[in-house]
């Protein structure tokens, strides 16, 4: 008898929920769209933080050493992928209308200028010295007119982003002439320890407080479902106050007072049912991040490894 009343309390609070469509929305619509946009708006920042690859164009009108050196490095680095099938007005295009981030573009001659900028100043300083340089070093020290290297960035591009990159092709660029510096002080010096092995007084060494393996960092959707499947289990709280408040005006909470039922019936029938609720609530929410943010990621990967491809 009294597991009866417990079904009937049950059966009137599905039948008052049934009746606040509103309710209804709260409840089950407006956390899978929160979760939608949130975990969309998101997604970008979690890759750059996961590691995953930021597509940039690279254009080489150089095509020799200082040029494949940075290519080089960028292909190396665990933050870019290259792509190198454009010129300089489509690249410009692509960046500016928001369809890649980035866009780098080696000048023509950087090689060529760069060298002979370094054989005239050293040529200069060794002469300085009065030592005897070969019949290239009588030429005169004739000015370069300095190379730019051009780097496109969409306008939405944080300044961060951008001092990084640019501090990043600087540096590439700075450890290339000073290998290029020591190379040609060599050749003037006749001297046959190579110079340029030598490793930097000062370096770097990361200490994180991980043990063992590296751990992985969560994407947008391992974080956003989570959370807001905890987040929306608050959300039954309007409904749950609206039906409290229509039981005290129409005086269905006087009648269930007065009635040979248990109060506690009453009680333990909103609790098994706004309880179930939100294990509806968890579990829609999970079958968003698996059925739909799973399918779209793997059509995301595909399409990655067809661009690198």
């Given at each position: 008898m009294l597991l009866y009343k417990l079904w009937r309390s049950f059966v009137?609070?599905?039948?008052?929920?049934?009746?606040?469509?509103?309710?209804?929305?709260?409840?089950?619509?407006?956390?899978?769209?929160?979760?939608?946009?949130?975990?969309?708006?998101?997604?970008?920042?979690?890759?750059?933080?996961?590691?995953?690859?930021?597509?940039?164009?690279?254009i080489d009108k150089d095509k020799s050493?200082?040029?494949?050196?940075?290519?080089?490095?960028?292909?190396?680095?665990?933050?870019?992928?290259?792509?190198?099938?454009?010129?300089?007005?489509s690249a410009q295009n692509a960046v500016f209308s928001g369809d890649y981030q980035l866009a780098i573009v080696i000048p023509e001659n950087l090689t060529k200028d760069l060298n002979s900028n370094i054989d005239s100043k050293v040529q200069t300083i060794v002469s300085s010295f009065g030592l005897e340089t070969d019949s290239a070093s009588a030429k005169k020290n004739v000015q370069i007119k300095a190379k730019e290297i051009h780097l496109y960035f969409d306008p939405a591009t944080n300044a961060g982003f951008k001092n990084s990159v640019m501090n990043s092709v600087n540096k590439m660029v700075f450890e290339i002439e000073n290998k290029k510096i020591y190379k040609a002080f060599q050749d003037q010096l006749g001297t046959t320890e190579n110079l340029?092995?030598?490793?930097?007084?000062i370096s770097f060494k990361e200490i994180t407080p991980k043990k063992g393996e590296t751990e992985a960092i969560p994407n947008s959707v391992q974080h956003n479902v989570p959370a807001w499947a905890l987040f929306a289990i608050f959300f039954i709280v309007v409904p749950l106050?609206?039906?409290?408040?229509?039981?005290?005006?129409q005086g269905t909470s006087v009648r269930a007072r007065i009635s040979p039922t248990p109060y506690f019936v009453h009680i333990l029938g909103?609790?098994?049912?706004?309880?179930?609720?939100?294990?509806?609530?968890?579990?829609?929410?999970?079958?968003?991040?698996?059925?739909?943010?799973?399918?779209?990621?793997?059509?995301?990967?595909?399409?990655?490894?067809?661009?690198?491809?």
């Open positions: 009137k609070e599905i039948l008052l929920l049934k009746r606040d469509i509103g309710g209804i929305v709260i409840i089950f619509v407006m956390p899978l769209l929160l979760i939608v946009t949130i975990t969309l708006i998101q997604d970008s920042t979690f890759k750059n933080l996961e590691g995953s690859k930021i597509p940039i164009i690279f050493e200082v040029s494949k050196s940075i290519k080089k490095e960028l292909e190396n680095s665990k933050t870019f992928q290259l792509l190198t099938n454009y010129n300089e007005k340029e092995e030598n490793k930097n007084l106050s609206i039906n409290l408040v229509k039981e005290k005006s909103k609790t098994f049912t706004y309880l179930i609720i939100c294990i509806t609530q968890f579990l829609l929410m999970v079958a968003v991040g698996i059925y739909l943010f799973l399918t779209w990621i793997c059509r995301s990967l595909m399409l990655q490894e067809k661009c690198s491809t």
